[in-house]
T-cell receptor, first 114, second 114 residues
Framework: NAGVTQTPKFRILKIGQSMTLQCTQDMNHNYMYWYRQDPGMGLKLIYYSVGAGITDKGEVPNGYNVSRSTTEDFPLRLELAAPSQTSVYFC?????????????FGPGTRLTVT | DAKTTQPNSMESNEEEPVHLPCNHSTISGTDYIHWYRQLPSQGPEYVIHGLTSNVNNRMASLAIAEDRKSSTLILHRATLRDAAVYYCILRDVDSGGSNYKLTFGKGTLLTVNP
């Protein structure tokens, strides 16, 4: 299994541009997540999904949109990029189990908005 | 949401045991204690989790206090590869009651000296 893959690895955007960060998992996980990590800080949840067609906001959803049309893919859309969105973005996935679960993370996308 | 408190940084020598503490005095009876770590320039990876009893796996051991208000992650023989930020996380349940999210703090930066 490849696990969780993210593309691109790096991207520089100009203010006002838009882009989509791609995330794919091949573990047939129901749950998927998008986090951002600013320098020296912990991760903050942007959006999450509990299955195809179902998404919900996390802690910092403003300026982002998501969709989940398949179990495998969970793209994150940035509209009108702003310097405050400069960050490293991590996608993750997990099973939903009663006794506890682990999240599997992708390698991240480093985004700079100038 | 239940919060955790960890030291900002700790230092260890290679091949010695490391005890990483975490305080979570407001933990609820159904909160699981999760530990993740993040190696430099990588996404977080799962280390271990537990509820009430001590837990062991191939990576580490988790010792949970009897009152569950604190826990300790134990690396039995630190290696240079264990240098990372270690996050102690309590699993949050959102308003729906069935979707479990992880809230990352700043964690503990572990330095391993050769």
């Amino acid at each position: 299994n490849a696990g969780v893959t993210q593309t691109p690895k790096f991207r520089i955007l100009k203010i006002g541009q838009s882009m989509t960060l791609q995330c794919t998992q091949d573990m047939n996980h129901n749950y998927m997540y998008w986090y951002r990590q600013d320098p020296g800080m912990g991760l903050k949840l942007i959006y999450y999904s509990v299955g195809a067609g179902i998404t919900d906001k996390g802690e910092v959803p403003n300026g982002y949109n998501v969709s989940r049309s398949t179990t495998e893919d969970f793209p994150l859309r940035l509209e009108l990029a702003a310097p405050s969105q400069t960050s490293v973005y991590f996608c993750a996935s997990s099973y939903s189990t009663v006794g506890g679960y682990e999240q599997y993370f992708g390698p991240g996308t480093r985004l700079t908005v100038t | 949401d239940a919060k955790t408190t960890q030291p900002n940084s700790m230092e260890s020598n290679e091949e010695e045991p490391v005890h990483l503490p975490c305080n979570h005095s407001t933990i609820s009876g159904t909160d699981y204690i999760h530990w993740y770590r993040q190696l430099p320039s990588q996404g977080p990876e799962y280390v271990i989790h537990g509820l009430t009893s001590n837990v062991n796996n191939r990576m580490a051991s988790l010792a949970i206090a009897e009152d569950r208000k604190s826990s300790t992650l134990i690396l039995h023989r630190a290696t240079l590869r264990d240098a990372a930020v270690y996050y102690c996380i309590l699993r949050d349940v959102d308003s729906g009651g069935s979707n479990y999210k992880l809230t990352f703090g700043k964690g503990t930066l572990l330095t391993v000296n050769p």
